[in-house]
């Protein structure tokens, strides 16, 4: 299970990259093909969703930090809202890239902040 992972949107002008994070659990598979996690509130600038409504093909790129291996994602997502005013992303998977030892570093597992948000569940 992830605490982290980075989001890529596209719009007509350019594009964006940004973290996501939380504990391990806060994104989820909810089938093979489909990815869920909760929208966090951040810098109210709304970039990537914004971007997502405009166009929704996204990117994710997980990290594991210890073995140096990456997950690339690529699909489509959407903002789901609840009747409570909380948001998600839902994300449709169309392609993996799976690439062991990728990255010539690594981190050792980090203290997570108790004011994180429980996972979904």
Known sequence: MS???FLATVHDRGADASHR???PGFVQATSPREL???DYTGNAMFLSLGNLVAD???GLLF???TTGTTL????EARTEFDGEGERRVR???AEVVESPAALPLRW???EYSPANPTPLG
């Open 91 to 93: 994300f449709t998977v």
């Open 72 to 75: 690339q994602l690529t699909g």
């Open 3 to 5: 605490d982290t992972f």
């Open 56 to 58: 929704p093909r996204a």
């Open 63 to 65: 990290l594991d930090w």
């Open 21 to 23: 994070g939380g504990n």
């Open 108 to 110: 050792s597992p980090p």
């Open 36 to 38: 869920v996690w909760p």
